[in-house]
């Protein structure tokens, strides 16, 4: 134990083994419904629900205690809550929902891309002076957008909003017994929160599927056996279609730029509460961006979106943990959840409603309080100066209410040009920006033709 204390400087952090221990095991906590929730996100675009369970908990495992040997900061890695909305809904979802209709091979075959990009971007260190040049309001307001996206398809699998004749969604039957679970779950959970215990969302998602099962609602497959097979999603990304598909560049661009400020902002949040900062910089940071383009292609790879850095990491961070010694632990809990595959099969199961759709009432409080909490980045937009506030604005609900990424980031950024450019304040804006919002609009005046 002396050579690990001496290897993660332990004693030098001011932290414990213990307090390393407790830490990884409350990152887990708070970041494990990620195991059950993925699964049932990507399953809507074709994939293996246990094949896809299995790659997460993987390449989750093996990217977080690669943070913990090579960047050693107790910051753990998985797919990101964004990311596979992106891929499972926009990719892979077809027109109906303003999607491209690409096939999951595809999609993981872009992510594999991005993730590649990443890599040389973070080994060059240009990842770092990306957030230098680009507007606060729209990484705030692109956080946001993301949180009302994720709400709103956390009420759609809870029953709480359905599709409606003659309008875009009205409130579904609240007296639908998968409904009143879904509305115990999230009351549950937000008053988990507000007491500030430890795992909150996790402990949600257990009392749910605990009342699911003791009610009927929710159907009982069991807890352990052995794990589900790979052989669905392993290696089955297509690279080619990927290269030979000119609608396939902004798909790239998307991944690598959700990857790209979801770790950034994870490390520099994380980094700051830990006290790993030194003078306004990370140190290791490059080492920290590496792990996190690898986990990127190790998923894709195995058959799961886009893994990044997880702000969850806090929570452990809270818990005293300050070196990588608690991604370790982090890791190894991972490692072993695809033994759960029976577990994690019972929480995903989807329950059809009266009004046609189907309701997953076990993860949707957890889709619902986790795009509560993306929603706090609202609160750093500039909300007083006109040309921050609307391109931020627009940032938001365009990603919400058209249900893509890609719009919000578009409107924002073309918005945010064209307001500088006419309130005379140009040189506020990195000619990048300028290049970025002329081939967005270029995109938008090709699809209005």
Known sequence: MSSLEQFF???????????EIIGGITTFATMSYIIFVQPTILRTAGMDFGAVMVATCLSSGVTTIAMALIARYPIALAPGMGENFYFAFMVCGGAAMGGLGYSWQVALGGVFIAGLLFFILSFFG???KVME?????????IAAGIGLLIALVGLWYAGLVVPAPGALIRLGRLSEP???LALFGFAVTAILLARKISGAILCGIIVTFIVGIASGIVKYHGIAGKPASMTATFLALDLKQVFSSVNMIPVVFVFLFLDLF???????????????MVNGKLPRARQAFLCDAFGTMLGASMGTSTVT????????????????????????????APFFGKLAQSVGDGIPLSTGTMAYPVVAPALIIVGSMMMRSAVDVNWKDPTESVPGFLTIVMMGFTLSITEGIGFGLISYCLLKLAAGKAKEVHWSMYLIAALLLGRYIFLVK
């Open 309 to 336: 850095s997880y702000v969850e990491s806090a929570a452990g961070v809270s818990a005293g943990a300050r070196t990588g010694f608690a991604s370790i632990v982090t890791g190894l809990l991972f490692l072993v």
């Open 133 to 141: 040049v680009f507007p606060q309001s729209l990484k705030s307001g």
């Open 126 to 128: 240009v990842r770092e």
């Open 178 to 180: 998968p409904v009143v």
């Open 262 to 276: 979801d770790t950034v902002g994870t490390l520099i949040g994380v980094g700051e509460q830990g006290g790993f």
């Open 9 to 19: 400087g332990i004693r030098r952090q001011g932290s414990t083994v213990s307090r």
